[in-house]
Structure formats: structure tokens, C-alpha cells
């Protein structure tokens, strides 16, 4: 049974940093793409970031762009989130989802088949 477990959320000011980690556990391998969606109260899922198997591919939104990293660590099945620069309209909670074809860091959610089960991010201005 796959399970992906989403830490590190929490309250920081406008300009502060968080770093949010999904511990995947359940897969055979690490041959899967990991993406981070969030969802703002009353707004739809929206992609935020992903990356490959290998790590060596990655795909971020472009409103996050430049402020976000997304990296992974397959000895620890971990994937982290750095956020950086983080601006109020980042609230939302904040969901890593893994793709079982980890060829490229697709960015639709329909593309995932497991999900967490999110972690709110609440940036105060």
C-alpha cells in the first residue's frame, strides 16, 4: 500500500521560508515522478512543481519560479519542497502526489495516481 506522508507546513511571515518533505512508502522502487499540487480555500488544484525519477528533470509553475526548489532523496524515498520569498497568495494546502511513470515531472493531476493527504502553508502578510 502506497502512502505519502506530507510535513513541514505551518505559519510564516511574507518573505519567510518553509521546507516541506513527503515521505513515500509502499513502492517497490524509486522509478516514479513525485509532483507537489496545492489548493487554495474555494480555488482549484493547482501544479506547483515536479520532478523525475532520476531527479534530473524538474518542472515548476511560473508562480513559483525562482522561489521554489523541488529535490529528492531515493535512499530516504523523500522529496522536498523549498519555498523561499513566500508571499500570502502562497496559502493553500500543499499536497505532494506520486506518478508511478517517473520518466518526466508531469505537471496535470491526473496525471498521479497516490496523493498525501496535504499539509496547510499559511503565509501572513
Known amino acids: 500500500q502506497v502512502q505519502l506522508v506530507e510535513s513541514g507546513g505551518g505559519l510564516v511571515q511574507s518573505g519567510g521560508s518553509l521546507r516541506l518533505s513527503c515521505a513515500a512508502s509502499g513502492l517497490t522502487s524509486s522509478s516514479y515522478a513525485i509532483g507537489w499540487f496545492r489548493q487554495a480555500l474555494g480555488k482549484e488544484r493547482e501544479f506547483i512543481a515536479a520532478i523525475t525519477c532520476s531527479g534530473g528533470t524538474t518542472n515548476y509553475a511560473g508562480s513559483v519560479k525562482g522561489r521554489y526548489t523541488i529535490s529528492r532523496d531515493n535512499v530516504k524515498s523523500t522529496v522536498y519542497l523549498q519555498m523561499n520569498s513566500l508571499k500570502s497568495e502562497d496559502t493553500a494546502v500543499y499536497y505532494c502526489?506520486?506518478?508511478?511513470?517517473?520518466?518526466?515531472?508531469?505537471?496535470?493531476?491526473?496525471?498521479?495516481?497516490?496523493w498525501g493527504q496535504g499539509t496547510p502553508v499559511t503565509v501572513s502578510s
Open positions: 502526489a506520486v506518478s508511478r511513470d517517473g520518466r518526466s515531472p508531469w505537471p496535470r493531476w491526473d496525471q498521479y495516481e497516490y
